[in-house]
C-alpha cells in the first residue's frame, strides 16, 4: 500500500511537471521569435530610375514581365515622413471606399463604385502603350477593380498628368463600341450617345468619377501587343486623381483586364511587391503561365454571390509566436448571405484590416509576445508601437496567416514597421468595424502573389521578387 502511494506521488509529481512545461511555451520567453533589423522609413523612390528601361528594350513576347512602380514616385518633394502619413490617408480612403458599400446589405451595389484612381486607390503602377503607333502613359494596377480606363482628348475635364492626354482620333486600332454590343450590357452603368457609341461611368465614394465613351484599343507592354481591350476613353474626370493616366483593373469581373484577355495570358498573372526599405530591386508583375511561382503555396478562391470583383480566400486562423491566437476563427470571416464579411487580397490596401475581435485578440497575443520591447505612443490608426530607437536589432514573435491549404509565414518587416525616423515601429495590422476584412500590401511585401483565375486559387511564393 505504502509503495502505491508512493508511486501516485510520484506520478503526480511527474504530471505536475509537464503541466508546468507545457504550459510554459505561453511565456513571453518561450515563444517562436525571429530577427527585425531596426531601419528608418525608406526614401522617396525616384520617376527617373523608376522607367529606366526603355520601351523598345527587347524582351521576350511569351513572358510578359512588367517593373511595378510604388505611387510615391509620383510625389514630388516630399519627404519620407510627408509620404508615410500620404499613404495612411489613402489606406483609410481606400478602407473606407471598398466597406462602404459591403454595409448595405442585400442592396445589390455596383463593384464599380470602389475601382480605379480615386485618393485611396491603387499603389502601385507601371508604363503601358496605348493605340496605334503606341503612346505611353502610367496606369495604375489595381485588384480591386474591374473597368480598365484612361482620360481622352478632347477633355471636357481632365486631371493632371504625367503624360499627354491620348488623344484617339490619332490612333488607327482605336474603335467605339456599339450601343447593343454585348461589352456594352456588362457595364454597371452604361449610356448612349448621339451617334450610338456605348458610354461608361465609373464612380468612386468620394465623390470623383470618370465619364466617356467605351471602346476597344491596342495596349503594348513593352513589346508585347494585346489587341482589342475593352476600355473607357474618359473625356470627363473630374475629383482626387492622382497624376498617372488612368488604371489596368486586375479584378475578377467580367470587364477586367485577365479575364478579357484570358485566353492570351490563361487567366494567370502574379505580382512581387518589394519592401523599398531593405531592397533596391523593382517590384514585377507577369502575366501568363509564367507567373505562376513553383514555390507558392495555394488556397482555393471563394465566390461572393453579391460581389464578383474582388478576390475572397478563407482565412482560418492566425499564430503568433508558434501558437494558434485564441478568439481567431475562421467563424470570423465567413461570408454570409447578403455579401457581408469575408477576407479579401487587395493590392491597393497598404495595411491589413481584420474585423474588430479578431484584430483585439491577434493584437493582444503579440503584445504578451513582445513585452520584452519598450512601448511608444499610438500612431495614426495603430495602437501597438514600440521604442526601438538605439538598436540595430531586436527579436520578435513569429506571426503566420493560416490560409486554407497555406501558411504564410510572414517576415518581421511585413508586420513592424517604421513610422518615423526616430526609431518608432508600428504592428502594422488594424481593426475594422466593418464585417470585411481586407489583406493589405504590407503584408504581401517580398512574396510572389499568384492570381489564377482558371484554377480558382491565389498562391504566396516566399522570397518571390528575385
Known sequence: MEGKRANNGLLFLLLAISFTLSTATTDPFHFQTQTLLVHSLPHPPSLSKAFSVSESEESDPEALSLQLHHIDALSLNKTPEQLFHLRLQRDSARVEAITAPARRSGSGFSSSIISGLAQGSGEYFTRIGVG????????????????????????????????????????????????????????????????????????????????????????????????????????????????????????????????QTGRRFNQKFSYCLVDRSASSKPSSVVFGDSAVSRTARFTPLLKNPKLDTFYYVELLGISVGGAPVRGVSASLFRIDPSGNGGVIIDSGTSVTRLTRPAYIALRD??????????????????????????????????????????????????????????????????????????????????????????????????????
Open 132 to 259: 496605334t503607333p503606341a503612346k505611353y502613359v502610367y496606369m495604375v494596377l489595381d485588384t480591386g477593380s474591374d473597368v480598365v480606363w484612361l482620360q481622352c482628348a478632347p477633355c471636357r475635364k481632365c486631371y493632371s498628368q504625367t503624360d499627354p492626354v491620348f488623344d484617339p482620333s490619332k490612333s488607327r486600332s482605336f474603335a467605339g463600341i456599339p450601343c447593343g454590343a454585348p461589352l456594352c450590357r456588362r457595364l454597371d452603368s452604361s449610356g448612349c450617345n448621339r451617334k450610338k457609341v456605348c458610354q461608361y461611368q465609373v464612380s468612386y465614394g468620394d465623390g470623383s468619377f470618370t465619364f466617356g465613351d467605351f471602346s476597344t484599343e491596342t495596349l503594348t507592354f513593352r513589346r508585347t501587343r494585346v489587341a482589342r481591350v475593352a476600355l473607357g476613353c474618359g473625356h470627363d474626370n473630374e475629383g482626387l486623381f492622382v497624376g498617372a493616366a488612368g488604371l489596368l483593373g486586375l479584378g475578377r469581373g467580367r470587364l477586367s483586364f485577365p479575364v
Open 365 to 466: 497575443a503579440f503584445r504578451v509576445g513582445a513585452s520584452h520591447l519598450k512601448r511608444a505612443p499610438e500612431f495614426s490608426l495603430f495602437d501597438t508601437c514600440f521604442d526601438l530607437s538605439g538598436l540595430t536589432e531586436v527579436k520578435v514573435p513569429t506571426v503566420v496567416l493560416h490560409f486554407r491549404g497555406a501558411d504564410v509565414s510572414l517576415p518581421a518587416t511585413n508586420y513592424l514597421i517604421p513610422v518615423d525616423n526616430s526609431g518608432s515601429f508600428c504592428f502594422a495590422f488594424a481593426g475594422t468595424m466593418s464585417g470585411l476584412s481586407i489583406i493589405g500590401n504590407i503584408q504581401q511585401q517580398g512574396f510572389r502573389v499568384v492570381y489564377d483565375l482558371a484554377g480558382s486559387r491565389v498562391g504566396f511564393a516566399p522570397r518571390g521578387c528575385a
